[in-house]
């Protein structure tokens, strides 16, 4: 009598490259999530307004600049300008994004701005097929927003027993899946001077400028995209 239990002739089933590398990028993210919380919740502020800043400003890395100037005794303005200048950068990130993954409604525009950095940008400029491109960025927006409130509320619950994650090195997971998407885009001369010159300035400022401005400086390189002109010899 024959089994009718087969083996080797269904199809091998693997796991799709976008949900793979967003599931680890969650999952450092939780880890990053879950220290903001506790240093919020050491900082003073109350869980109220935690889940509010998680939910409603979504930017870790201005979450995490709030939350220290606040601990040193900032005024409100100068929390306000700091997390704008901080995240100036999403304006070219949008216009590099375009509107293409976001679709053609307003709602889904308006709520596709808020899901919106610099992983779920960096992943969809990866993508090549549109269709993949759409699908990487609200994958990775969509993981990363949940992540990022479920982590930080616990962590805020938890308190400070968490740590920092620059303990556990962690901190390091997001500029490296950044690095690995970038790496396939830099194909010609061009694409290298712009990296290259942007690393340069962010490396050289940063040590004298706060978090995430060096970034903003770093577009600065973007000047190197230009065509150089030539100068034409001229006959005597």
Same mark, same amino acid.
């Given at each position: ?15 799709d $490259? ?50 220290g ?64 491109r ?10 990363l927003?949940?992540?990022w409130?479920?982590?930080?509320a ?10 920092? $994650? ?22 010609d ?13 962010a ?6 400028? $706060? ?26």
């Open positions: 009598m024959r089994s009718i239990i087969r083996t080797g002739d269904s199809p091998r089933r693997t796991l $490259p976008i949900a793979r590398d967003v599931a680890a990028l969650c999952a450092a993210g939780v880890v990053v999530g879950l220290s903001f919380g506790a240093i919020a919740s050491a900082a003073g502020l109350p869980l109220s307004q935690i889940v509010a800043m998680s939910l409603f400003v979504y930017a870790g890395g201005a979450q995490f600049l709030a939350v100037l606040v601990g040193a005794g900032a005024t409100t303005v100068a929390v306000v300008v700091a997390g704008l200048l901080l995240n100036a950068r999403h304006l070219p990130f949008g216009l590099a994004i375009g509107s293409a993954p976001l679709g053609d409604r307003w709602a889904a525009r308006l709520l596709g701005s808020h899901l919106m950095t610099d992983e779920s940008v960096a992943f969809a400029l990866a993508q090549e097929d549109p269709a993949r759409r699908r990487a960025y609200w994958m990775t927006g969509i993981g927003f949940l992540t409130n479920i982590a930080s616990i962590g805020a619950v938890a308190g400070s027993a968490l740590g920092d $994650p620059n303990t556990f090195g962690i901190d390091a997971a997001f500029p490296a899946a950044l690095l690995a998407l970038t790496l396939p885009s830099l194909k001369k061009a694409s290298m001077r712009v990296a290259i010159g942007g690393a340069a300035l490396l050289a400022t940063t040590p004298f400028l $706060p978090a995430g401005l060096p970034v903003l400086v770093a577009l600065v390189a973007l000047a190197l995209a230009l065509p150089v002109p030539s100068r034409k010899r001229t006959a005597a």
